[in-house]
């Protein structure tokens, strides 16, 4: 075996055969020529993946291996590790993009020449793209060295069979998906070590700052991370970056690079601490985009308490968020914009007030956004956003502030129709949100460009809505506390729409209660036990009588059916991915129901299944959800429903685990029972389904109907009778 051979775990080598990990435990056992492990642990062995190459293809079992895959996994068991060989990766995939023909040059040597070769080909082109590697204080760069630094022959000699990998990679999709195939799989393969924004946060934020007349050219992110925000720009002319942890920066000068659609968009991406070391001192910006991190207590409270900085006040040690904001405002020109994610606390702490009240007298702070829960890490809050303003000669300070909450948006229909209130984060609604705080945003915005005595200025539509956004004057919010929270200052709206609209949910709660009297299941006959022959749903699966499939992938434009939907017997409420995962080959088609199907929820052990209507049809299969197709002719729908129901049938089709119960339906019994007499099961089975349904609609309705009546009764729009 070649010495720094890359190296493959059992869950990589099953990737590679297309098999599951306990196949791999087979074959080491069956197989006394299975390589033996050349690293890792005992219980997570590693191999090498020329020789498990070889041996799978004695085998027969390498038929075919997409190419992505085999790249991926050079990448992931390089010697150095997969963060340096990705950054090679990039480095190997710039040259093949921008200069193809010294490529080819270069891919034709042997290996051992190509590094030499390449080293000097790769100082070349990242001095011309990033400038040199160290740089003295010219005003822009503070004597900082660039984020990707020229690797040496001897780093890239281990990973010349990767880099040929990955151009013949890029031949077949572009430079630029390539890195992006490959980056997405290290994030998604190191979770807990990133801190991501999540897509559609990144171009919710990249929208407010190209909002209007003046042009977002020139972008400051510094605290930038993976550099989703900056990828998220869709005109700019020069990228600046910094990042505390090398590897994540220089990751992010390679992507901007290979992504930048503008020959002449300049890419500027430093490490360092940005509060202690800002590589940018005498940098101003069009706008500033940052997600930064929260709650720092060690973030140079001590060092830097006279910095130029803190124009509105030296932030608190408690108050990290409140130096990024001030770091943000420092690097705009006048009448710039920034746009940072924030911490709700960041709102309201007592320790930050006189911040906020000299940014709200200034001008600076121009918006608070409320997201929903689920938006950004950590998902368990609803987060902030921030837009805020350089002022400046010429710019007017702004006498009012925007506030938009989005966090728990009112939407009257959600409890009658058991629509969720909020997405939640694999549920949120990116496109809802970003409609409500731009449609709040953009005249608030054309109005301050335009002046106060403009029509913009004096029409609120849009604006001013109940529950949702408000344009806020500044006197109204300095106070003891100045506290910018939206929904302290957003009442939700009135009533649950007023008295006129709690007499029509009071209205159709009497017709709810009405029906549900009139769906009630009369008294049963009592008899002993039945002692059907019984069926499982694997069998029937077997024998053709019913079609299981698996929810949870594929991409496109319609509605998504989410196990909360059929536990809660709600219409579809998920969406697909607008773009495919990182994964290999083509995108999967997403599973559609049709009327008459069975969905049961894979996760909880709960007893829930739910036959699909008319209405619901069309929908694709969510996650954690198995779909059963029924030969009309040999399985009533309701009748198998029905019966997958059943407590003890459920019991002893479920496995445990530590944290969770999964249901196998393969394991659920079915009696055997001809087709009529399963249809008068059915129809009984229907009635319940319909009497179920009236009591949660019930719920909901009186739910809405108690609340309502306590919100009119204190403020003011219900008077006791």
């Keep these: 075996m070649p010495e720094n051979s890359t190296e493959v775990t059992a869950a990589g080598i099953a990737r590679l055969a297309g098999v599951g990990r306990a196949a791999v435990s087979n074959w080491r056992r069956r197989h006394a020529d299975f390589p033996k492990p050349v690293g890792g642990t005992e219980t997570s062995p590693s191999f090498a993946l020329p020789e498990v190459e070889q041996w799978l293809r ?42 193809p023909t ?78 992006e195939f490959l980056l997405g799989r290290q994030l998604d393969a190191n979770p807990r070590q990133f801190t991501l924004t999540p897509p559609g946060l990144a171009e919710l934020m990249a929208a407010l700052v190209e909002t209007g007349s003046r042009p977002a050219r020139t972008v400051l992110d510094p605290a930038t991370g993976t550099g989703a925000l900056l990828r998220a720009l869709s005109r700019p002319t020069a990228l600046y970056a910094q990042d505390a942890d090398p590897d994540l920066a220089a990751l992010t000068a390679l992507r901007l690079a290979l992504n930048s659609t503008i020959e002449s968009c300049t890419v500027a991406v430093r490490t360092g601490d940005t509060l202690r070391a800002d590589a940018f001192p005498q940098l101003a910006v069009d706008a500033v985009l940052c997600h930064p991190p929260f709650n720092e207590r060690n973030w140079g409270h001590d060092v830097l308490a006279y910095d130029p900085r803190w124009e509105y006040g030296f932030p608190a040690r408690t108050e990290s968020e409140l130096a990024w904001v001030q770091h943000a405002l ?59 303003r350089k ?28 629509a969720p209130a909020s997405g939640g984060r694999d549920r949120l609604d990116w496109q809802a949100v970003r409609s409500a705080v731009l449609d709040a945003w953009e005249p608030f915005e054309r109005a301050e460009r335009t002046g106060p005595e403009s029509d913009a200025a004096l029409d609120r539509t849009g604006q001013d809505r109940p529950g949702v956004s408000r344009v806020v004057p500044v006197i109204e919010l300095l106070d003891d506390d100045v506290d910018l929270a939206p929904a302290r200052h957003l009442p939700p709206p009135t009533a649950g729409g007023g008295a006129a609209e709690l007499t029509r949910v009071r209205d159709r709660l009497t017709e709810t209660l009405r029906l549900t009297a009139t769906l009630t299941p009369p008294l049963a006959d009592l008899s002993d036990p039945a002692h059907w022959p019984l069926t499982t749903v694997g069998e029937l699966a077997r024998a053709g009588a019913l079609q299981l499939r698996t929810g949870g992938s594929g991409t496109g434009p319609g509605p998504v059916l989410t196990e909360y939907d059929v536990l809660g017997s709600t219409v579809p409420s998920g969406t697909l991915p ?88 393969r394991r659920l019994q079915l009696p055997r029972l001809p087709l009529a007499e399963q249809q008068r099961y059915g129809a009984q089975f ?30 003011g729009t219900v008077t006791p009778k």
């Excluded at 009497?691 to 609609?697: C, T, V």
Aim: with cysteine.
């Design 58 to 99: 004695d085998q027969g079992k390498l038929a075919e291996v997409p190419l992505r895959e085999r790249v991926w996994q050079q990448l992931a068991g390089h010697p150095a590790g997969a963060v340096p060989a990705l950054v090679h990766a990039g480095c190997a995939l710039l040259l093949v993009r921008d200069r």
């Design 102 to 179: 010294a490529w080819l040059e270069i891919s034709a040597v042997s290996d051992g020449r190509m590094a030499k070769v390449l080293h000097l080909a790769l100082n070349d082109l990242l001095t011309s793209r990033f400038g040199p590697a160290t740089e003295s204080g010219d005003g822009s760069g503070g004597g900082t060295k660039r984020a990707v630094h020229t690797p040496t022959a001897d780093e890239l000699l281990p990973s010349v069979p990767l880099l040929r990998a990955a151009a013949e990679l890029a031949a077949e999709t572009g430079a630029r998906q390539a890195f």
């Design 391 to 418: 002022p400046g000669a010429g710019v007017r300070p702004s006498p009012e502030l925007l506030l938009v909450d989005t966090a728990e948006p009112a939407e009257p229909a959600a409890a009658t129709t058991g």
């Design 578 to 665: 607008a773009t495919p995962a990182s994964t290999d080959g083509p995108p999967e088609e997403p599973v559609l129901v049709e009327p008459g199907d069975v969905v049961v929820p894979v996760l909880g052990g709960g007893t829930v299944a739910r036959v699909i209507d008319e209405a619901t049809a069309g929908a694709a299969l969510g996650r954690n959800l198995q779909l059963l197709r029924p030969d009309p002719a040999a399985l009533d729908p309701w009748f198998l429903a029905g019966f997958l129901r059943g407590t003890a049938n459920n019991r002893q089709a479920s496995s445990y685990a530590s944290t969770a119960t999964r249901l196998d339906a």
């Design 686 to 715: 229907r009635a319940l389904a319909a009497f179920e349904d009236a009591l949660r609609l019930t719920g909901r309705l009186g739910g809405q109907l108690v609340q309502g009546m306590y919100d009119g009764l204190t403020d």
């Design 330 to 388: 420092a690097h705009l020109r006048e009448g710039g914009t920034a746009v940072l994610l924030m911490p709700p606390a960041a709102a309201s702490r007592r320790s930050g007030r006189r911040i906020r009240a000299d940014l709200l007298r200034r001008g600076a702070l121009r918006a608070v956004v409320a997201l929903p829960a689920g938006a950004a890490p950590p998902y368990g809050i609803p987060l902030h956003l921030w837009v805020l």
